[in-house]
């Protein structure tokens, strides 16, 4: 084992490893190794200028028993940035202490001639490195000890039934609805982001933690510790990115259905809802307005003016925003020039196809800047210079018909390696471009998200999604866990996406509920896939804007008059929040905090509240407790310590207490937290 010293970071190199270990930010470290003599360089999402700070780096020998009984000096490293000490022992293992107590170690199963519990004959290490045969990569496996009875939270979204993700294996991978964004809180006090863009998994288990990488050059992990999960998440996007000033004139309702096929039908949809007297912020025009995927323009046919449809919307205060895939069909104007050029995935074996949804397609490569300049130039023209103010990156994990990443290639590398930063490539197609021009902050549309996408405008939803209970609360610890990873700005389809029959009273009441919660969450969105599909095409081609078939109406006034008079009052209770709404944005903006919280983000010295997961808070004032059973019309709500007032009937409750109460089709429970 040989250590140095680097400029105040601990560099230390044991059987062909070189491991670096420095400061990167307040009471942080950032760690790195590699078996290659050097590092890529790649800051991935560590992308912010952190403050410097001192380090104390000190060597130091430890009694080291051999196997004939005598005792040898072995020499030990520790370095310390604030709170936050490594310290590397005689093996190269490394272990994290908070204020001088262990919060994480390394796993390391090997004899050493102690009689310690990790000297054992298992021949395991806590990093694994494997050559992949034919080229300079590795996979990459990395344990830590499980430390009993501790919480993990965060890790992007997952559609499960679980909050705490201990004991969960996480695929490390982007699906239709499926976010990877590695970085974990812990209960014991510290943030850990596994820095690595590449396919893999993470195992949260009872008997160690794993984190692996199919494909990479190096170990990239950072690692923060702090008092409360808010001043984690705080310290976390210190160093990977600030969410922007979220636009007052988007708090509101965002109207969107399957799709709205023609500008006459997106421009009575506006009007009736002026006739109304709702005001609606966004109107979304969604897939297969277009002619053919990867063309990235209107169908004329159906969409004669688009600049006069967006002036007339303008005029009602409403903005616009365009759906645009990432895929390109071989019929498409575009796919010869871009396949030419290079600025298309590439498969390693086979056909070249990535998407086979209503055409043979293949996605575009956002990692080369090349492809993100054609994209842009071509939506800027047939877009956004009509006045159309934003853009829908739908499928933007990218959705491959088939999830074999093995199997694909972008400019920068193997999508084993790098395939979890695609959607952000994506989403800075259009960020980069849009920020330049200066028009006030950029907010976009996404399926997907990695660490640090929060800086680059995504509004994230949690994808294509059932309609049905089970769903429903899946996406309560989603949106609680990804805004524990760091992404404030999340949403879901309201009532879930894929629906066979609206008329069917179990929908409704599921769609009501779903409403309710979405008035108290960060964007407040109008969207599904409505049965049955009794609607006809407008157009016999098989091509173009009027072939596909459509939803059925998806407006609040679709499901009747009793359900409409519920939506009409939920919807004067979001827009009389705007003023607090504004203010949890500029939390956000601000800190990093997200507008759903779990209720350990603001209670995190009440035990119980580590423990639940069907209740949360919209920031500091407001306690929601979602209706998540069909029929269910009471429920169980958790109040920590203070007073509270139930915002339905006005009853003051103590709280530090369970309390029942009644939750009619009228209302979903919300406490009030109140000042006494």
């Not at 039908?265 to 297969?288: C, H, M, P, T």
């Not at 580590?610 to 004032?621: K, L, S, T």
């Amino acid at each position: 084992m040989r250590f140095s010293n680097d400029n105040g970071a601990l560099v230390f190199y044991h059987q062909g490893e070189m491991t670096r270990i420095e400061a990167w930010g307040k009471d942080s470290f950032r760690v790195r190794s590699t078996m290659l003599g050097k590092f890529t360089g790649n800051m991935w999402a560590l992308t912010e200028k952190v403050p410097s700070v001192q380090t104390r780096i000190t060597l130091e020998q430890e009694d080291h028993w051999v196997g004939d009984g005598t005792i040898d000096k072995k020499e030990i490293a520790t370095i310390v940035n604030g709170r936050l000490k490594a310290v590397v022992n005689f093996a190269g293992i490394l272990s994290f202490y908070r204020d001088e107590k262990l919060i994480l170690r390394e796993y390391y199963r090997s004899y050493d001639g102690t009689l310690s519990r990790e000297s054992r004959c298992l021949k395991i290490v806590g990093r694994q490195w494997k050559g992949v045969i034919g080229g300079t990569d590795y996979s990459l496996n990395v344990k830590f000890e499980s430390n009993e009875g501790e919480k993990l939270f965060g890790m992007g979204q997952y559609q499960q039934p679980y909050l705490n993700l201990k004991g969960c294996a996480l695929e490390l991978a982007q699906r239709n609805s499926q976010i990877s964004v590695p970085f974990a809180v812990s209960s014991l006090g510290y943030g850990f982001l596994w820095n690595n863009p590449a396919v893999g998994q993470a195992t949260f288990g009872k008997n160690y933690t794993e984190w692996t990488a199919k494909s990479t050059k190096e170990m990239d992990y950072w690692i923060t510790v702090a008092d409360t999960p808010k001043q984690i998440l705080g310290n976390y996007t210190e160093a990977t990115g600030h969410a922007d000033m979220f636009p007052e004139d988007l708090m509101g309702l965002w109207q969107c259905k399957l799709r709205y096929r023609t500008q006459d039908e997106v421009l009575s949809v506006a009007r009736q809802y002026q006739k109304e007297g709702i005001k609606i912020d966004q109107i979304v025009i969604d897939f297969f307005h277009w002619t053919v995927q990867g063309d990235w323009k209107f169908d004329t046919t159906y969409w004669p003016d688009p600049k006069a449809m967006v002036d007339e919307l303008h005029s009602m205060g409403i903005k616009v925003i365009v759906s645009v895939w990432p895929s390109v069909d071989r019929k498409s104007e575009n796919f010869g020039p871009m396949m030419e050029k290079g600025l298309l995935i590439k498969t390693e074996r086979g056909a070249a196809q990535t998407y086979d949804y209503q055409g043979d397609c293949v996605e575009i490569d956002p990692f080369n800047p090349e492809t993100r300049k054609y994209v842009w130039d071509i939506c800027k023209k047939n877009y956004y210079d009509f006045g159309i103010d934003a853009f829908w990156l739908d499928n933007s994990e990218p959705d491959y018909g088939v999830y074999d990443f093995e199997n694909y290639r972008y400019c920068d590398g193997p999508a084993l390696a790098i395939s979890n930063m695609y959607p952000q490539m994506y989403s800075r197609v259009f960020y980069d471009e849009m920020s330049k021009l200066g028009k006030g902050p950029v907010v976009n549309l996404l399926r997907c998200a990695w660490a640090g996408s929060q800086k680059y405008g995504n509004v994230v939803w949690s994808g294509d999604v059932p309609s049905t209970f089970e769903a429903f609360a899946d996406q309560i610890q989603c949106g609680l866990n990804m805004g524990l990873a760091g992404i404030p700005w999340w949403t879901t389809d309201i009532g879930g996406f894929m629906t066979d029959d609206v008329n069917d009273p179990d929908f409704r009441q599921l769609l009501i509920r779903w409403y309710q919660f979405a008035v108290y969450s960060a964007v407040f969105r109008m969207h599904g896939d409505r049965g049955p599909y009794n609607i006809p095409p407008l157009d016999t081609r098989d091509w173009g804007g009027g072939y596909l078939h459509t939803g059925q109406p998806n407006e609040l006034w679709s499901y009747g008059e009793d359900n409409y008079a519920i939506m009409k009052k939920y919807y004067d209770i979001r827009i009389s929040m705007h003023d607090y709404i504004k203010k949890l944005y500029e939390e956000a903006h601000t800190n990093g905090s997200p507008l759903i919280r779990t209720m350990f983000y603001e209670f995190p010295e009440d035990e119980k509240c580590w423990e639940i997961q069907d209740q949360y808070m919209f920031g500091e004032r407001y306690l929601v407790a979602p209706i998540l059973h069909l029929n269910e019309f009471e429920r169980e709500v958790y109040l920590p310590a203070g007073q509270w007032i139930l915002t339905s009937t006005g009853e003051k409750f103590n709280g530090g207490a369970t309390v029942k109460v009644a939750a009619p089709i009228e209302y979903m429970p919300v406490f009030e937290r109140t000042c006494s």
